[in-house]
């Protein structure tokens, strides 16, 4: 979003970002820079903190298509609360989607897709992967940036990530098509 624009304040306010740390990239790593004809996510590889904790943020997705009582709820959420993980077996478009819901068992959401993988691997390892309410930005705020959510991990010797193949840069995965290996 351009800085002339008269709501780019108000968009760094919905994105939970300072005013000292809104560079592009901080920008576009929050917003996921994301189009609805975009096919690619952006995303920060998250880093341990003095914590020994990774965190990564994200805003909940598909809201649209969630009832208004859901919204409402949304709405109410306090920074902080806990948001719990389910596996959504029976949704017809993504047998793999991971539902965000409330203690009181609103759905509020959808995690994004790009972090599906990562953290099906995280649970499978029973890990003490959380997701927690960073932010809720009340209407006008248009819905896709609505729920702002922290998911945070213990960091383990052995977990890298974004390591899998799935996650790998552009950079490699052209190399890779160039040498004639990708049909």
Excluded at 23 to 42: M, N
Excluded at 82 to 87: E, I, P, R
Excluded at 153 to 170: G, I, K, M, T
Aim: proline letters at 7%; glycine letters at 4%.
């Amino acid at each position: 979003m351009s800085r002339s624009r008269p709501d780019y304040s108000s968009f760094l306010e919905w994105l939970n970002i300072p005013n000292d740390e809104n560079d592009p990239i901080t920008i576009l790593a929050r917003s996921g820079g994301e189009r609805e004809t975009d096919t690619l996510a952006v995303f920060p590889c998250p880093e341990v903190d003095e914590q020994g904790q990774y965190h990564l943020y994200f805003f909940s997705q598909e809201l649209r298509h969630l009832p208004s009582s859901a919204i409402e709820r949304i709405n109410q959420l306090e920074s902080g609360e806990k948001l719990w993980l389910a596996h959504e077996f029976q949704n017809p478009y993504d047998s793999q989607a991971l539902i965000l819901n409330t203690e009181d068992h609103y759905i509020v959401g959808y995690c994004p897709q790009y972090l599906l993988a990562e953290v099906f691997e995280l649970l499978r390892q029973n890990s003490n992967l959380e997701v927690r309410v960073e932010r809720v930005n009340k209407p006008p705020t248009p819905l896709q940036f609505r729920l702002l959510c922290k998911m945070s991990v213990d960091a383990s010797d052995d977990f890298r990530p974004f390591s899998s193949c799935q996650y790998q840069p552009l950079i490699a995965e052209m190399a890779t098509v160039d040498a004639g290996l990708v049909a």
